[in-house]
């Protein structure tokens, strides 16, 4: 997926002025949010079951290379094919060969975060295959040629009416003058479009939200059940996952399950979870004949043993983005790639490159809250900070800004100093202001006095000064 | 290009050369050996640890929360009728199909007006008739395992699927369906498909409104035959 990363500071200009975007995420402060505090204050274990996630996946982690040769021998044994990746280009490759030679002529794809990473769809067209969307939200935003703006709920920037919109464009085979005014007839015409390039489908393309080694099982959790007709009409079934998506044991793959649909959308279980192992068997009257996974790299083993390595606890839940003020305002299209909120800030410099992924991780206010609701306690805030570290030691940023950067550590490096030149300037602007007691224009502050007015500090007292003197509390 | 086995070598390699290993080390072996047989269980919610008859309450009253019917059968023998009488409360057509399992194949569906066929679904079956593996209380999941008994595609093209589950199958929760599945076919193996459903299709994909039947069936009913000693 091409990255808009770049202009981010643009992207969100665009977004906060977008009336549809911004009445489409008020619905994320009414669904998800509350949604997740209830089931987690019904589960009395949460927190217990939290710190058991984190150990089973730093045990995972530590151990990562064997882990994914025990995973490998059980897919094999029970006669699926895996498949290693290096990067998105080597993965596009093997999935086009996979299709090439299932001679297919379209895919149906289950909801797959990495496929969007690895550019699938677009090589896929490019080289004469179809990939059908068939997760309702990917579908919507398919037909619109967009991209996802939210890992769970992918079209959640969306709004009835624009949906209408587009089924009234695209499906011109139904009549004109049908309603599509309740979103229950919308859902209907989707099943019924796709139904059937379900059946038709050559190859069908999951992704995993976990694989667990013991067995040589893909699982996907979805409430649709596209994921499933996906994986079991097709001939070819092909998983696409990142290589720290492993688990060890059927049991440890429980305890985080437990987490990851309350995490996600306040669901106790999704509606279908289901462990996929190999082809079908001898005497199976359904299934793919073929299982392959193609088990994606393409940066994750360079965080391994870094400052970033806790990212790659990761299980994609999508709490971090649903609490995130930041992301509540602008939405995740602004982000420019395929991962949004804090945890896209955290993982874009690190799979696209931090020249392209820096702006990301510099808007936020450390306002915790991701971390606070992270159900694999990865410290995004800490992360976003080493990002904003390694972006100056990097020298990326323009020569004005480390200029200022550097002055104002200057000061703040000689306290002495840095109160005598506030003390200072508090006393010009308490002076200046003292008639109206704030500032709604000031030269220099356009930033902060365009949205807001500044208040009028005491007069020469800095904030220590009061402290002291024991006006603050 | 780089081929299928020297991008395996480059994938491990770095991923040794980012922990410091070598991949030799037995210390390292030992402990994924020892977790992989040793499988240990973690933090299981009391809600997994009901037991008797309040663990088949527990399902009855999870399943009904998760948008699906539920109703308890006192025999096998009853399963027709019980089938038959929920389709027409319903108004939905008369006709069901099922795969060879013996514990379906076996019940006096002749006493019923319904139709009856048997095998996968290829779409154009209305109604689904299929029997868990188990049950779980802490979920109101059923879980099904596919092959000629029960084939997959009956849990998800028709519109209305029907899930037959013995008391005896209830278990308490997720660990204990991952034990029964492992029981049932060795350590290490598994069937080409487990699916644990939990109530029927849905997506809230349009303005975050709930709404069901989005690509798998609109309805689920579980019925539960006999009352089990909940134990295992």
């Given at each position: 997926m091409e990255i808009s990363s770049p202009q981010f500071k643009h992207n969100i200009d665009e977004a906060l002025a977008d009336p549809n975007l911004q009445r489409a995420l008020g619905n994320v402060d009414v669904g998800f949010v509350p949604n997740r505090r209830k089931a987690v204050d019904a589960l009395p274990e949460f927190e217990a079951l939290r710190e058991e996630g984190v150990a089973i996946k730093n045990h995972v982690l530590a151990h990562l290379d064997l882990y994914l040769e025990a995973y490998e021998a059980k897919v094999t044994a029970a006669g699926g094919k895996v498949h290693y990746a290096e990067d998105a280009a080597a993965a596009r490759d093997i999935i086009l060969d996979i299709c090439r030679k299932a001679e297919a002529s379209t895919v149906t794809k289950g909801k797959s975060m990495v496929s969007e990473e690895i550019g699938l769809n677009e090589h896929l067209a490019a080289n004469g295959i179809e990939p059908v969307e068939?997760?309702?939200?990917?579908?919507?935003?398919?037909?619109?040629?967009?991209?996802?703006?939210?890992?769970?709920?992918?079209?959640?920037?969306?709004?009835?009416?624009?949906?209408?919109?587009?089924?009234?464009?695209?499906?011109?085979?139904?009549?004109?003058?049908?309603?599509?005014?309740?979103?229950s007839a919308i859902l209907a015409e989707a099943r019924g479009i796709l139904r059937q390039r379900f059946l038709d489908a050559d190859v069908g393309l999951t992704?995993?939200?976990?694989?667990?080694?013991?067995?040589?099982?893909?699982?996907?959790?979805?409430?649709?059940?596209?994921?499933?007709?996906?994986?079991?009409?097709?001939?070819?079934?092909?998983?696409?996952?990142?290589?720290?998506?492993?688990?060890?044991?059927?049991?440890?793959?429980?305890?985080?399950?437990?987490?990851?649909?309350?995490?996600?959308?306040?669901?106790?279980?999704?509606?279908?979870?289901?462990?996929?192992?190999?082809?079908?068997?001898?005497?199976?009257?359904?299934?793919?004949?073929?299982?392959?996974?193609v088990l994606l790299d393409n940066g994750r083993s360079a965080m391994l043993g870094s400052e970033f390595q806790d990212m790659l606890r990761c299980i994609r839940c999508g709490a971090c983005i649903n609490h995130c003020p930041i992301y509540r305002a602008i939405g995740g299209h602004a982000y420019g790639w395929v991962y949004p909120g804090p945890m896209g800030s955290v993982l874009t410099p690190a799979l696209a490159g931090l020249e392209?992924?820096?702006?990301?991780?510099?808007?936020?206010?450390?306002?915790?809250?991701?971390?606070?609701?992270?159900?694999?306690?990865?410290?995004?805030?800490?992360?976003?900070?080493?990002?904003?570290?390694?972006?100056?030691?990097?020298?990326?940023?323009?020569?004005?800004?480390?200029?200022?950067?550097?002055?104002?550590?200057?000061?703040a490096r000689r306290p002495l100093l840095y109160q005598a030149l506030t003390r200072m300037a508090a006393g010009v602007l308490g002076t200046l202001g003292r008639g109206r007691g704030r500032f709604s224009r000031l030269p220099l502050a356009g930033?902060?006095?365009?949205?807001?007015?500044?208040p009028a500090p005491e007069r020469g007292r800095t904030f220590t000064d009061q402290w002291r003197a024991g006006r603050r509390a | 290009m780089t081929t299928p086995s020297d991008a395996r070598t480059a994938?491990?390699?770095?991923?040794?050369?980012?922990?410091?290993?070598?991949?030799?080390?037995?210390?390292?072996?030992?402990?994924?050996a020892d977790r992989l047989a040793g499988r240990p269980r973690g933090v299981i919610p009391e809600t997994?640890?009901?037991?008797?008859?309040?663990?088949?309450?527990?399902?009855?009253?999870?399943?009904?929360?998760?948008?699906?019917?539920?109703?308890?059968?006192?025999?096998?023998?009853?399963?027709?009728?019980?089938?038959?009488?929920?389709?027409?409360?319903?108004?939905?057509?008369?006709?069901?199909?099922?795969?060879?399992d013996p514990r379906l194949a076996s019940l006096p569906w002749s006493g019923t007006m319904l139709a009856v066929s048997t095998g996968r679904s290829d779409g154009r079956d209305p109604v689904g008739v299929s029997h868990a593996e188990a049950g779980i209380a802490e979920t109101g999941s059923v879980v099904l395992v596919s092959g000629p008994d029960n084939p997959t595609t009956l849990n998800f093209l028709p519109e209305t699927h029907v899930v037959v589950v013995d008391a005896a199958d209830i278990v308490g929760g997720l660990e204990d369906a991952m034990a029964r599945i492992r029981a049932r076919f060795g350590a290490g193996v598994m069937p080409r498909t487990v699916n644990f459903v939990t109530g029927p299709s849905r997506s809230a994909d349009i303005e975050q409104k709930l709404l069901y039947g989005a690509h798998g069936p609109k309805r689920l009913h579980v019925i539960m035959v006999g009352v089990g000693d909940g134990g295992g």
């Open positions: 068939t997760d309702l939200g990917e579908y919507l935003i398919q037909i619109r040629g967009e991209h996802p703006s939210h890992i769970i709920a992918p079209a959640i920037h969306l709004n009835r009416d624009e949906i209408e919109a587009d089924f009234r464009r695209l499906h011109t085979h139904l009549p004109a003058d049908r309603s599509l005014e309740e979103p992704g995993a939200n976990f694989l667990v080694a013991e067995t040589g099982t893909s699982i996907i959790v979805t409430n649709e059940g596209n994921g499933d007709l996906t994986q079991i009409l097709p001939r070819v079934h092909v998983v696409i996952a990142s290589i720290e998506k492993i688990v060890p044991t059927l049991e440890d793959v429980s305890q985080i399950l437990r987490l990851l649909a309350r995490s996600a959308t306040g669901q106790q279980m999704t509606v279908y979870t289901t462990l996929s192992t190999g082809p079908r068997r001898p005497g199976d009257p359904d299934g793919p004949e073929e299982y392959h996974v392209d992924g820096r702006h990301l991780p510099n808007a936020s206010t450390f306002c915790g809250r991701c971390e606070a609701v992270c159900p694999m306690k990865i410290p995004l805030p800490k992360m976003l900070r080493h990002w904003r570290e390694r972006e100056f030691e990097r020298h990326l940023q323009p020569a004005t800004q480390r200029s200022a950067l550097k002055l104002w550590a200057f000061f930033g902060w006095t365009r949205f807001r007015d500044l | 994938v491990l390699a770095r991923i040794r050369a980012s922990i410091g290993v070598t991949g030799k080390e037995p210390l390292r072996r030992a402990a994924v997994a640890r009901v037991e008797g008859a309040a663990r088949l309450a527990a399902f009855a009253e999870k399943v009904v929360t998760t948008m699906a019917s539920f109703e308890a059968v006192a025999t096998a023998a009853e399963v027709p009728m019980a089938v038959a009488a929920y389709l027409a409360g319903r108004n939905l057509p008369a006709e069901i199909r099922h795969g060879a």
